[in-house]
């Protein structure tokens, strides 16, 4: 097997930290990250495994890693827990691997990493690595999309009532009590490129095409471009909402009356309105949405 380059050396990796939400999966996440561990052992990799046991763990614990000799550090959990290992960790330019076990696994989905703990091995094992570019928002990393808007104010509703584990099931509530109680926003978006888009209800920022696990967003949405994509919404009825809704789940969703697309450098989202990043909460615009001049390398086979 070739010897590719991990983290910066010649070399395949041979040390590994699992960090890993037990609670994720239904609870699977405590079982699955010392059967990863088992898996990598016996491909040659020495994994250590640590479980969170309150939200922020995986970010201090990603931190306190930057001073340890790791080859990669490796995610155990949902898009929750890539999002807090990717802010915790001091280079975000070092290797990070995912074994999903969370409720969408966007992340996943969109590179096609495996789920089995012997098949994630092999990938770790192999040091194949994909580049992705990381975007911030206010200082913020993320890997997948920031929402200001309808979106962010069910990410907030969801984080308001949520208890115990968090599945699909659970974001039916949430979204029934937004458009019920329908928030109407007015958003302005300035582009890197200095162009201004007035009198937007919602905002979405995002870096992959598969949202949530369940729609998808147009096919010019690439997360191999190097750009962020920008959604500007215009639609502010809950039936136009709704009726967007519906093309994105049947993969027709287009730019047109409702929305339009813009790819960027940068972008400035001002106006007050919730806001979510990477399917959390993460307070309200204005907000600020750049790239790091650094990219993320993700375990993850060759794309397709």
């Known amino acids: 097997m070739p ?3 991990v983290n910066g050396n010649p070399a395949l990796p041979r040390r590994l930290l699992v960090i890993a939400n037990p609670i994720s999966g239904g609870g699977r996440g405590r079982t699955t990250a010392p059967a990863l561990a088992a ?7 020495h994994a250590e495994v640590f479980f969170t046991g309150a939200a922020g763990d995986a970010e201090r614990r990603a931190r306190a890693a930057g001073g340890e000799p790791w080859d990669g550090l490796v995610a155990c959990g949902g898009d929750g827990t890539v999002h807090e290992i990717l802010n915790g960790m001091p280079d975000p330019g070092r290797p990070l691997g995912v074994l999903p076990v969370g409720t969408a696994n966007v992340l996943a989905l969109e590179l096609g990493l495996p789920r089995r703990g012997e098949q994630v091995a092999a990938l770790l094992a192999s040091g194949s690595v994909r580049e992705l570019a990381i975007g911030t928002a206010n200082g913020r990393r993320f890997l997948l999309f920031c929402g ?11 984080a ?22 329908w928030p109407r926003f007015t958003l302005r978006a300035t582009f890197a490129d200095g162009s201004v888009l007035d009198g937007l ?28 994509f ?3 919404f215009r639609a502010r009825s809950r039936t136009a909402w709704i009726g967007l809704g519906l093309a994105a789940a049947c993969r027709r969703l287009r730019p047109g009356r409702g929305f339009e697309l813009r790819a960027t450098q940068g972008v400035r989202i001002d106006g007050e309105a919730p806001m979510q990043l990477d399917g959390d909460a993460a307070g309200t615009a204005p907000v600020d949405v750049r790239l790091l001049p650094v990219r993320a390398r993700v375990f993850a086979p060759g794309r397709r």
């Open 160 to 181: 308001a009532v949520r208890t115990g584990t968090l599945g699909k099931h659970k974001w039916l509530w949430p979204i029934l009590h937004t458009v019920r109680h």
């Open 201 to 228: 209800s919602s905002v979405l920022v995002t870096r992959v095409r598969n949202y949530g696990g369940v729609v998808h967003l147009p096919a010019e949405v690439d997360v191999d471009d190097g750009r962020l």
């Open 3 to 5: 010897r590719r380059p």
């Open 39 to 45: 898996c990598l052992a016996r491909a040659g990799v």
């Open 148 to 158: 200001a808007g309808v979106d962010g104010a069910v990410v907030h509703r969801l």
């Open 230 to 232: 920008v959604l500007c």
